[in-house]
């Protein structure tokens, strides 16, 4: 069982004007949808290149006063460091980033996620970033805490997702 895409989107809909990000087969699904709501959706998605790409993208966003959510895999957080820290977290530029919780146990089938599964959760720490588990059964109210301290801080928010969480 995974959250409903259905819903899950129309509240990203109505919380951000941009979803930007490097694809990753935990938001297959999520991304599929995304795609198929071209045109009938206010919210604009731009696939990114590079997960830094896609931090500048919803810096843009931001400094134009506008709503960006991004989403990589946990192995490119190490390509966003310097946007962070240099950018988004000196200027409190607020975004709210999805990321795919990759080298768990659940998927040890992928052992060179092995070793960022490991440091995942002290890299974000390190990073200053506040980070929460999107899960399943409590998906909104997570959504919501990481999107009221976004707002509040206006500092950029993390959401871990794992496997089956956006994609079956």
């Not at 959706?41 to 709503?67: C, M, N, P, V, W």
Request: aromatic share 8%.
């Amino acid at each position: 069982m995974m959250i409903n895409l259905y819903e899950f989107t129309g509240f990203i809909e109505e919380n951000f004007d941009l979803v930007s990000g490097v694809p990753c087969s935990y938001f297959k699904d999520f991304l599929s949808y995304l795609t198929n709501q071209e045109g009938v959706s206010q919210l604009k998605h731009l696939i990114a290149t590079r997960e830094d790409e896609a931090i500048a993208i919803a810096t843009g966003a931001a400094l134009s006063k506008k709503r960006a959510l991004v989403y990589m895999q946990n192995s490119g957080v190490g390509n966003i460091g310097d946007a962070l820290t240099s950018l988004v977290q000196l200027y409190k530029l607020p975004m709210m980033i999805l990321i795919s919780y990759r080298g768990l146990i659940e998927d040890i089938d992928f052992p060179e996620h092995s070793i960022m599964g490991e440091i995942n959760n002290s890299l974000l720490e390190s990073l200053n970033l506040r980070y929460w588990d999107l899960e399943i059964e409590n998906w909104q109210k997570n959504m919501k805490n990481a999107l009221t301290e976004m707002k509040d801080q206006s500092l950029p928010v993390v959401l871990m997702v794992k496997q089956g969480v956006l994609s079956q």
